[in-house]
């Protein structure tokens, strides 16, 4: 395959190396997938500071191929699901440099890959974005490739095959014949001259290593695009990213890898109940193919010995809500030939949790089509519902051990009795919560004016529900560090049960500590601190795990922090109300939480987020209740120069 029948040849107007990087790992994967990984890194690194380039945002100097990633995509110019794209390809790229191999089921789906990267890429940077790349041209099988390689290089030389026409099929399968019917010596002499073509590529890619510096600097330097064409380049890019399209086998390489980071061990390949694979004490396991009665679950999720959900992977592009469905019939019919139950059954469930997947990132625009969608089995009025991520393997235990029928009753049944007065609006206002917890809404809003105590009725509503065991741990949200300051001083000073303060009670982290332990249950954060531990790290195994918090209540949740003249200089790193809005959002979304929201003025992204308040209690309510004093006063005091107005601006003559 010469770089005209290349898979990446329509790179070539961008730029001649990702053509050439491209080809070389095609050869390469014949007989050594591990230097085709390492091509591919350098693709993905090219690939990745064009982008940067063509945008204005290629820093001098050397720059690690992970702190760019998390610059274009804190920057909102590679959607998440490009990026996962492009991390996949670089931990592999990573493994085979540092000697940890490579093998031809990796390299496979690192070429799939690479092609859907550069396919995004010209979609949105080639000013084409219609482009129809054509069926995956699968490279020469290996000698020695197991059969579960051969049988997919198979399916996709069918695949190709099918998208040709009758005479391009005819003309596919004579040059397969022709090359059948060489002698062997023909045979060695094609394959010399082969290899003398490769070892020429191999050695202009290098070459051109040299020059790649100088030709990023001048298209660095090349008028910078106004902000109005970066927007069009941020839309483009979600909209080509939103057709990207890969196969069942190379989502589920994704998949494992989503799994691996989030503390479970994941290997489809390798850990499948039909290769041996069981349940271990003190592991966290994620075993692939699991018999049941309505055929093998994609995955079983077992902490220790425990079954504590299933899981369906399906293709990308694929209704991953309707898989739920799949995943609930997996759970009448699981099969505890190993393991153990995690209690029930729920009904005719014998597993709690349902997962269903398509290895894509979640948006809001595609959401059946995205995301990892979840529903808890324990209740047959729980709903299927999306998330960021999976859980971790203690957050479904710590869900698991969450009795909500029981809580609620024990909410209903406890007095309100503090070591403070609760006024009744105060009250009011946790019953309405504790019935909208009943009733399992997961967003919430309450509307109070300024000055009506809505810190100190966090103090009570948090201290009932925890004591109550409704919720594991709660992040409360401020968005400054003043307002955390004080919210902290509260938690610690008010006496909520005889002189014990809630600090006393309940495990409590503040500003200072960037992330909570196991014992803490109220952790207070500040918006722009959770920006950069959800969408400025490293790795995506980098960020929170989603299960963190349970619950997260937001005080102030209208604010537009540009708007706000007491912020320090370090808090206005938002460049743009829309801007903040945006992070503001995903941030929230990242969580799989109940969010309560606490606002004196709700605003309309409020709303979106929060709902429309279930409680409001109002301005001129507190007025009236005596609770607040009227701005207006109720005597007006003038004096003569009020009278004769002698401030005023005098006439133009």
């Known amino acids: 395959m010469g770089l005209d029948q290349s898979n990446f040849a329509f790179l070539k107007p961008h730029d001649i190396q990702l053509v050439r990087l491209g080809a070389l790992a095609e050869r390469y994967f014949h007989d050594d997938p591990n230097t085709c990984l390492i091509k591919l890194r350098q693709f993905g690194e090219l690939l990745a500071q064009l982008i940067a380039a063509k945008t204005g945002l290629l820093q001098p100097g050397e720059e690690s191929q992970a702190d760019l990633l998390r610059r274009l995509k804190f920057e909102r110019l590679l959607p ?64 020695d490739a197991a059969a579960p390689i051969r049988a997919e290089l198979d399916r996709l030389r069918a695949e190709l095959l099918a998208s040709k026409t009758a005479a391009e099929q005819a003309q596919l399968i004579a040059d397969e014949n022709a090359r059948a019917r060489q002698s062997a ?44 064409n970066i927007l069009e380049f941020i839309q483009t890019g979600e909209e080509a990213a939103r057709q990207i399209d890969l196969d069942e086998a190379a989502t589920r390489q994704i998949v494992d890898q989503q799994l691996r980071d989030r503390g479970w061990d994941a290997d489809t390949t390798t850990l499948r109940h039909a290769a041996g694979a069981r349940p271990t004490k003190g592991r966290a396991m994620a075993i692939a193919e699991w018999p049941t009665e309505h055929g093998p679950a994609d995955y079983a999720l077992f902490v220790g010995l425990t079954c504590v959900g299933v899981a369906e992977a399906k293709r990308k592009r694929k209704n991953v809500s309707a898989a739920i469905d799949q995943s609930e019939r997996y759970a009448r019919g699981f099969l505890f030939n190993a393991g153990e139950a995690a209690g029930g059954p729920w009904e005719a469930f014998r597993v709690p949790f349902l997962f269903a997947t398509n290895g894509r990132p979640y948006l ?52 309100f009795d503090f070591g403070f007065d609760l006024r009744p609006y105060q009250q009011r206002a946790i019953h309405e919560v504790e019935k909208g917890l009943a009733a399992d809404r997961r967003q919430m809003l309450l509307a109070m004016a300024t000055g009506t105590g809505k810190t100190k009725l966090a103090i009570a509503m948090l201290y009932r529900l925890l004591a109550a065991k409704r919720f594991h741990r709660v992040c409360f949200v401020v968005d400054r560090s003043a307002l955390g300051e004080q919210a902290e001083a509260e938690f610690r000073s008010t006496k909520v049960v005889s002189v014990k303060t809630f600090a006393d009670i309940f495990g409590l982290k503040g500003l200072d500590d960037v992330a909570p332990d196991s014992e803490t249950k109220v952790h207070i954060c500040t918006i722009q601190g959770l920006v950069k531990r959800v969408l400025f790290t490293e790795n995506d195994s980098d960020a929170p795990p989603i299960d963190q918090y349970d619950l997260m209540v937001v005080d102030e949740c209208h604010r537009g922090y540009l708007l706000d003249r007491e912020m320090s200089n370090q808090e206005l790193e938002f460049r743009s109300q829309e801007d903040y809005v945006s992070k503001y959002r995903r941030v929230l979304e990242h ?17 979106q987020i929060f709902g429309d308040p279930i409680f409001t209690y109002s301005y001129r309510e507190a007025v009236i209740d005596g609770w607040l004093i009227d701005h207006e006063p109720p005597i007006r005091i003038e004096t003569e120069l009020i009278r004769m107005a002698f401030w005023r601006r005098p006439k133009r003559v």
Do not use: M
Not at 195 to 214: C, G, I, N
């Open 80 to 143: 998440s699901q490009v990026a996962d794209l492009f991390h996949e390809i670089r931990i592999l790229g990573n493994r085979a440099s540092h000697g940890a191999g490579g093998t031809a089921a990796e390299a496979l789906n690192a070429l799939k890959y690479a092609r859907q990267a550069g396919v995004w890429f010209h979609r949105t940077y080639g000013k084409d974005p219609k482009f129809v790349a054509g069926a995956f041209q699968p490279p020469a099988a290996p000698q």
């Open 185 to 228: 010596e023909e045979r060695a002499r094609q394959e010399a001259d082969d290899r003398a073509t490769w070892e020429q590529l191999a050695q202009d890619a290098e070459r051109e290593k040299q020059a790649l510096s100088a030709r990023l600097a001048a298209l660095q330097q090349a008028p910078q695009p106004a902000p109005a």
């Open 364 to 415: 809001k625009q595609i959401e059946t089509e995205s995301g990892i969608w979840f529903r808890d089995a324990r209740k047959a009025t729980n709903l299927r519902r999306a998330l960021s991520d999976w859980p971790t393997p203690d957050g479904l235990k710590a869900q698991l051990d969450i009795d909500r029928e029981a809580a609620d009753a024990a909410l209903k049944a406890t007095p």
């Open 591 to 607: 969580f799989d939480a109940v969010k309560i929201g606490l606002t004196a003025t709700p605003a309309l992204h409020t709303v």
